[in-house]
């Protein structure tokens, strides 16, 4: 990396790339205009929000509940909803999950899925081996009927590549093993199964979405040790010098870096031609972020469903949100007049004249991979019209306003060489004093939420400061598995107001093409580490 008389230079302990550990002295440099990243939203020109995909705020970290607390602290700052989730499957509602309602679905289905479901258990009980890929997974646990009619169709939509292609280690409590004797019983009774998952209660922010949390927190921030937009992108970084070179030309050299850009896109802005080697074992997806507003009073057929699973082939997208339904501000107000753009139906409305509300909207999510391609010029209209075919929109629902991104990286898979991978890529660049964290710095979808993200830079600070053990990186099946609340916000305040000599010069940077990660932090009277890299999109 050349130097030039011109350039300025910062000297700092640890330098993190992805806004995060803060400390007396530091500076967070963000490429984005705005704080947020994969958890960020967008504003339509007719006021119409949608988040970076499919995100609401349910936590496994007390910690990480404080400090967005902390942002936003009044009452009337958040919603809370009991979750509403469906999978449509032949034309029906099915409650969420599929393998656990099967009672819903026709008598045929419910006699083949029962079927399965005994096959795959009389199986599991004299196996003597693990899966060896998701696929199998799948089949021991849901059987093949499941599989075929639900499992395997709505997973390839999700993420762009067969099952056949996924390992299974990811899995904990991200996927429902159906319960036989159960499901049988619903059957029989004609009862459906409860709410399954740690996201049966959200959070949702009242204002801006769920970049409004991040925006918050940033704002906690003094003006003068924020850096956004070009002034923050970094250019190159050189391991061995332990230098990163900004597009501005100012040069930081640090002691320990923490990086939450993209493994792979770190290995191209290092040259690491052996790390490069790596990071092509790694796979990913990319996330096509569709929104749609309507205008009119939300639907009946609608009502308070909260996002919705499609697995068939008549519609595009894996995922619909109803986006209005999490905050009444994700949506213009009743009394802002826009016109009509289109009807559902592709037509042409009869007048173009702006008129009232009500306004709702939906949000749909398309996954995208070299083992799935997309037709990118046609989506939007495929959408709209996979709107129709799904029952979501009527062929003569007024379309006010549209909206798409797509976002490279979406989904960090859980391929079959993922760990592999990680187990070179991760402890090599610790040995040149990099910790790469979060969503797709450390490439693990299964601590990838927003919570996990931000606590993989919180322990990473810890780590660094107090040789403490990273407990979400290295053991996602126990964090995940139980309620961490030893760790509170006042907590660490007070263990960090010890000022560790190496906690006392930080600068925070973010990662700089395309937003992937996201904010977390704000200043204390000491070292207080917040780091998020997440999804999300997808989450």
């Known amino acids: 990396m050349s130097r030039k008389s011109t350039m300025s230079r910062v000297e700092v302990d640890v330098l993190v790339c992805g806004m995060g550990p803060n400390g007396p002295s530091w500076l967070i440099v963000d490429c984005d205009e705005k704080a947020g990243g994969l958890a960020g939203t967008d504003t339509t020109p007719e006021g119409f929000l949608y988040d970076v995909g499919g995100h609401v705020i349910f936590s496994h970290y007390k910690y990480f509940d404080d400090c967005i607390d902390e942002a936003l602290p009044k009452t009337d700052d958040w919603y809370t909803h009991q979750r509403i989730s469906y999978v449509r499957y032949k034309g029906e509602w099915v409650p969420y999950p599929f393998q656990n309602n099967i009672s819903m679905c026709p008598k045929d289905d419910q006699v083949r899925f029962i079927e399965g479901l005994i096959d795959a258990a009389l199986e599991a009980r004299v196996s003597n081996t693990r899966p060896k890929d998701f696929d199998e997974w799948i089949l021991r646990n849901t059987g093949v009927g499941i599989a075929d009619a639900f499992m395997r169709p709505y997973n390839y939509k999700v993420w762009a590549v067969p099952t056949t292609d996924m390992q299974c280690q990811w899995l904990g409590e991200r996927v429902a093993a159906p319960n036989v004797k159960l499901v049988t019983s619903n059957v029989i009774q004609g009862k459906t199964a409860g709410n399954w998952g740690p996201n049966a209660t959200f959070r949702f922010p009242a204002r801006d979405g769920t970049g409004g949390i991040w925006t918050a927190v940033a704002k906690t921030l003094p003006d003068e040790k924020k850096r956004f937009s070009k002034k923050g992108a970094i250019k190159a970084v050189n391991a061995d010098r332990k230098e990163v070179l900004m597009e501005d030309g100012t040069i930081i050299a640090y002691k320990r870096f923490i990086n939450t850009m993209s493994v792979d ?139 798409a991104r797509k976002f490279e990286h979406g989904y960090p898979t859980p391929s079959l060489e993922r760990d592999g991978a990680l187990k070179k890529i991760l402890p090599y660049l610790q040995e040149k004093g990099i910790y790469s964290r979060g969503r797709f710095g450390s490439w693990k979808y299964e601590v990838g939420n927003q919570d996990h993200s931000f606590m993989l830079g919180v322990e990473a600070v810890d780590s660094i400061v107090n040789g403490s053990v990273e407990l979400t990186l290295n053991y996602p099946d126990f964090v995940n598995g139980r309620v961490n609340s030893e760790r509170r916000l006042v907590d660490g305040a007070q263990i960090f107001a010890k000022e560790a000599p190496q906690a006392k010069n930080v600068v925070t940077a973010r990662r700089m093409t395309g937003g992937k990660a996201e904010l977390g932090g704000r200043a204390e009277n000491a070292a207080r580490a917040t780091l998020n890299g997440v999804n999300g999109t997808a989450t």
């Open 265 to 403: 896109q770190l290995a191209e802005r290092m040259g690491d031609e052996q790390l490069e080697e790596w990071c092509d074992e790694l796979y990913y997806s990319s996330t096509h972020v569709i929104g749609v507003g309507v205008r009119g009073s939300r639907p009946e057929r609608i009502g308070d469903k909260c996002w919705l699973y499609f697995p068939e082939d008549n519609c595009p997208f894996y995922r619909a949100t109803i986006f209005s339904n999490y905050s009444p501000y994700n949506q213009p107000q009743d009394d802002v007049k826009l016109p009509t753009t289109q009807l559902a139906n592709g037509s042409s409305p009869s007048s173009t004249d702006a008129k009232a509300g009500p306004y709702w909207s939906i949000m749909l999510e398309v996954s995208q991979s070299t083992k799935k391609p997309v037709d990118e010029e046609n989506l939007l209209k495929d959408c709209i019209q996979g709107l129709v075919n799904t029952d979501m929109l009527k062929p003569e629902d007024e379309i006010v306003s549209t909206y």
